[in-house]
């Protein structure tokens, strides 16, 4: 239903619709040669268009792939039916080519391809028939030149498997786009909300340092309790410094410093580090940087970038699996691929990734992959996660080169 309103609009469905099911109306009752003699064959002719009929007007309440099902074999069984029921009415041919069209509709890749080899078997069956059986007698405008008639059905559906290749294309992107629309959308709310979070904490500190401060200038505070102090304010200290670290990527800092980036030592460093917490999972982390890849990036931000993932792919990791970190350069892009075989995502997971505190951890905070999502969209990069529950997951980053 939801898909439904977003793809058509449902008032131009309707008239359509209705438009077409007084055309079927009309073919049966005026003029039609079989009226003055209506055997079974009008009755079918009648009963499919009935049938037609309910699953066109049904489809925007029911919209599942059955009633569509339904809708492609009620099509094409009325459009054959017409063929064979009135021989004169050669134009009827036509519509046998476009049967698979119907399908492009319901922008169904699995129900295009049946409709479309479904039509196929027909109109064999519907040439042997004219071929071998009725020999020309009540399709001469086939027969008297079946192999045209043969070249233009084939023809027509290579024309409509295009037109159907293109539409679904162009979906496809849209679909992308929308996504990523949502996400930058998503980024900016995570990002405001972070902010005010971070400047909320700050002010309170400033304040207790500020006192802390005071105190220990003060010769008559008590010697005691004064020897805590410097310890006190470097604590304070360090969650200042996170707290500005955290401010600078969620309102993205225009002047931070921009280093050409050597990724085969930053991913040392990165590996460095890592490794140490690896080894307490039993995860070595195999690194492979082939040529010179260099990005333009603040060198700090991309370190938090790679410890994030690597550090997500070791914590997914069961122990003893290995992690693989690879870089190359592909074109003007430097690629890093980031791969594990841990316990992997399912869909929903994935489209969750970035949202903040989205965590299936105990003692996740969720906002390691909401900080990396920012961090690659202020370098102009890309990011993408392809997992498999059970199987694992790569992450793959793509950045501009430095020039
Ligand atoms: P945190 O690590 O604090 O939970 P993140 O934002 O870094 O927060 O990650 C969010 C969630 O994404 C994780 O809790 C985990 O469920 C999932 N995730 C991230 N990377 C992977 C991975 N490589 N394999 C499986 N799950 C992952
Ligand atoms: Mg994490």
């Given at each position: 239903m939801k898909e439904f309103h977003k793809n058509f609009n449902s008032k131009l469905y309707y008239i359509s619709i209705v438009t077409v099911i007084i055309l079927m109306f009309a073919g049966l009752l005026v003029s039609n040669p079989r009226m003055a003699n209506p055997g079974t064959g009008y009755a079918v002719h009648a009963v499919l268009i009935v049938v037609l009929s309910l699953c066109l007007l049904v489809y925007p309440k029911y919209e599942n792939r059955p009633v569509r099902i339904l809708t492609i074999m009620a099509a094409s069984a009325y459009f054959y039916v017409l063929f064979f029921l009135y021989p004169e009415t050669w134009s009827t041919f036509i519509f046998l080519c476009f049967i698979p069209a119907v399908s492009i509709l319901f922008f169904d890749r699995k129900l295009f391809f049946f409709s479309l080899i479904l039509n196929g078997v027909l109109i064999s069956i519907t040439f042997s028939f004219i071929f071998v059986i009725d020999n020309g007698v009540r399709f001469s405008h086939i027969e008297k030149d079946l192999t045209g008639n043969i070249v233009n059905f084939i023809g027509s559906q290579m024309i409509i498997y295009f037109i159907f290749h293109l539409t679904n294309r162009r979906i496809q992107k849209q679909r992308l786009y929308f996504e990523q629309v949502q996400n930058a959308e998503r980024l900016k709310t995570t990002g405001q909300l972070a902010a005010a979070v971070a400047h909320e904490i700050r002010n309170p500190l400033t304040v207790v340092k500020g006192f802390l401060q005071y105190y220990a200038g003060d010769e008559e505070f008590n010697k005691e309790y004064k020897r805590n102090f410097s310890l006190l304010i470097d604590e304070l200290d360090a969650a200042e410094y996170v707290i500005s670290q955290f401010l600078s990527i969620a309102k993205p800092d225009k002047e931070s410093s921009l280093d050409k980036v050597?990724?085969?030592?930053?991913?040392?460093?990165?590996?460095?580090?890592?490794?140490?917490?690896?080894?307490?999972?039993?995860?070595?982390?195999?690194?492979?940087?082939?040529?010179?890849?260099?990005?333009?990036?603040?060198?700090?931000?991309?370190?938090?970038?790679?410890?994030?993932?690597?550090?997500?792919?070791?914590?997914?990791?069961?122990?003893?699996?290995?992690?693989?970190?690879?870089?190359e350069k592909k074109r003007d892009n430097i690629e890093i691929k980031i791969e594990d075989r841990g316990r992997g995502m399912s869909k929903e997971e994935?489209?969750?990734?970035?949202?903040?505190?989205?965590?299936?951890?105990?003692?996740?905070?969720?906002?390691?992959?909401?900080?990396?999502?920012?961090?690659?969209?202020?370098?102009?990069?890309?990011?993408?996660?392809?997992?498999?529950?059970g199987t694992g997951t790569i992450v793959t980053l793509h950045f501009p080169q430095a020039a």
């Open positions: 050597d990724i085969k030592r930053m991913l040392d460093d990165v590996t460095d580090l890592l490794n140490t917490y690896g080894l307490l999972h039993d995860n070595q982390i195999h690194l492979q940087v082939k040529g010179d890849c260099y990005v333009s990036a603040n060198t700090i931000e991309l370190k938090q970038l790679m410890i994030n993932l690597v550090k997500n792919a070791i914590e997914a990791s069961p122990h003893g699996s290995p992690i693989s970190v690879k870089a994935v489209n969750s990734l970035g949202t903040p505190f989205y965590s299936l951890k105990s003692k996740g905070t969720g906002l390691g992959l909401m900080i990396c999502y920012n961090i690659v969209e202020k370098y102009n990069g890309t990011i993408q996660f392809v997992s498999e529950v």
